[in-house]
T-cell receptor
C-alpha cells in the first residue's frame, strides 16, 4: 500500500462546477497535509494546507481533513479552465522527520 | 527576490556515467530538499539538507548522494546511472526544515540513453 494515494484521473469537470479531489494516507501519526498544484511542464506550487480536522476555506478552494478516516480532500468551486493542472496531495511527517510524502497526483481538466 | 535556481535544466547521459545537479535556494533559505519525479512513481523524496547536514533521506540506493555548502547551495550526485534514473529532479527550499511552503525550482530533466 502506498503511503499517500490519489486517484490519478484524469478528472474532467465542466467550467463553473465543483471539482472534488481525494487523497488517503497510511501514517496515522501524520499531522500536516498539503495540496500542491502543478501545471504541465512547471514545478509544484503550494495552494492549500490543513492541520486540523474539518474544513479550511481560501477563496474558491476548500481543504477537508478527516484524521479518523485518514482522508484529505480538496474542493474547487466555480472551476475555471486555468484550474486545469495536476493536483498533488502531500503529507508531512512528525518533528525530526519533516519530509513530504507526495501522492502521484490527480490530473484535472476543466472543460469550457 | 530570485527563486530557486537549478542547473542545468536538461542533461543527457548514458548508462554507467555519473551526474551532478546543482540547486541554489532562495536567499535566506537554509533547508534544501531534493525530489525525483517520474510519471509512474510521482514525486519521491530523495533527501533534505540543513546547515550542511543531511536531516532526512528517502528510500533510494546509495548511488544517490548529496551535499550542502555553507552558503546553503546544494548538489546531488548520481553515480553509475541506470535507465530508470531518467526523471525530472526537483529541488525545493524553505527557511527551516519542515517549513511550508517549500519553493520549488524548475527542475533538471535528466535523460539516460
Amino acid at each position: 500500500q502506498k503511503e499517500v494515494e490519489q486517484n490519478s484521473g484524469p478528472l474532467s469537470v465542466p467550467e463553473g462546477a465543483i471539482a472534488s479531489l481525494n487523497c488517503t494516507y497510511s501514517d496515522r501519526g501524520s499531522q500536516s497535509f498539503f495540496w500542491y498544484r502543478q501545471y504541465s511542464g512547471k514545478s509544484p506550487e503550494l495552494i492549500m494546507f490543513i492541520y486540523s480536522n474539518g474544513d479550511k476555506e481560501d477563496g474558491r478552494f476548500t481543504a477537508q481533513l478527516n484524521k479518523a478516516s485518514q482522508y484529505v480532500s480538496l474542493l474547487i468551486r466555480d472551476s475555471q479552465p486555468s484550474d486545469s493542472a495536476t493536483y498533488l496531495c502531500a503529507v508531512k511527517g512528525d518533528f525530526g522527520n519533516e519530509k513530504l510524502t507526495f501522492g502521484t497526483g490527480t490530473r484535472l481538466t476543466i472543460i469550457p | 527576490k530570485a527563486g530557486v535556481t537549478q542547473t542545468p535544466r536538461y542533461l543527457i547521459k548514458t548508462r554507467g556515467q555519473q551526474v551532478t545537479l546543482s540547486c541554489s535556494p532562495i536567499s535566506g533559505h537554509r533547508s534544501v530538499s531534493w525530489y525525483q519525479q517520474t510519471p509512474g512513481q510521482g514525486l519521491q523524496f530523495l533527501f533534505e539538507y540543513f546547515s550542511e547536514t543531511q536531516r532526512n533521506k528517502g528510500n533510494f540506493p546509495g548511488r544517490f548522494s548529496g551535499r550542502q555548502f555553507s552558503n546553503s547551495r546544494s548538489e546531488m550526485n548520481v553515480s553509475t546511472l541506470e535507465l530508470g534514473d531518467s526523471a525530472l529532479y526537483l529541488c525545493a527550499s524553505s527557511l527551516l526544515p519542515g517549513d511550508q511552503p517549500q519553493h520549488f525550482g524548475d527542475g533538471t530533466r535528466l535523460s539516460i540513453l
